[in-house]
């Protein structure tokens, strides 16, 4: 997984988001890792001394890894499906990249990656569901949600969780956090690993 591939090469998980000289988000974490998902000449094309909207890297909406976007996708699209959700005690405190040590609830509980499907969010704009403001019912369009029939999220060890409408906004706010020492129950329905998670059925 190419965010478990930065963070070995790193020395800690990517930051949200970079910011520019004027102190706003400028960079966002899906284009840090674009070395590690075999995207080395998109990266050296993207210009880190310019926002991700600016004349040179907006000629790069188009070139969007297939990674960034649910497998079916018809392409060409700059809209990604994969966010990750900002806050002082998840996963992407914003600037700062997290370090595996900080995490002291159990990584396969904890959420890295949430799918979502309405939020409209370019893949090089560094913009994510934000912990504050997001909504914890599944399958929202301000929350986790997806055109598969059961959304999913990748964990910080690398699971693929498949959710349901009957998984709590609790248990959501639990996953979500690194440090809350809350123990998630897991049942057949509501919060089940996936060997993958392109192996689901679509909404109608």
């Known amino acids: ?10 020395g800690h998980f990517p930051p949200a988001y970079t ?13 840090l890792i674009l070395p590690y998902i075999e995207q080395n000449g998109l990266f050296e094309s993207y210009r880190f001394n310019e926002p991700w909207n600016g004349p040179n890297n907006s000629q790069l909406a188009f070139r969007i890894p297939k990674t960034l976007v649910f497998h079916d996708t018809k392409l060409p699209t700059t809209t990604t499906n994969y966010l990750a959700v900002v806050g002082t005690n998840t996963m992407w405190p914003g600037t700062k990249g997290r370090k595996r040590e900080e995490i002291k609830d159990d990584t396969s509980q904890t959420i890295l990656i949430a799918e979502n499907n309405g939020l409209g969010v370019h893949w090089m704009e560094p913009r994510d569901l934000t912990f504050d403001t997001m909504d914890f019912r599944v399958d929202t369009p301000e929350g986790v949600s997806s055109w598969y029939k059961k959304p999913g999220v990748v964990t910080t060890e690398g699971s693929i969780l498949r959710l349901s409408k009957e998984t709590t906004p609790e ?3 639990a996953a979500l956090t690194v440090n809350g020492g809350e123990t998630i129950a897991r049942d057949a329905e509501n919060w089940t690993v996936i060997p993958d998670g392109r192996a689901r059925e679509r909404k109608e």
């Open 19 to 31: 910011l520019g000289p004027d102190k706003k988000p400028w960079h966002s974490w899906r284009v």
């Open 171 to 173: 248990a959501l706010r």
């Open 1 to 10: 997984m190419a965010v478990a591939n930065y963070t070995d090469a790193n």
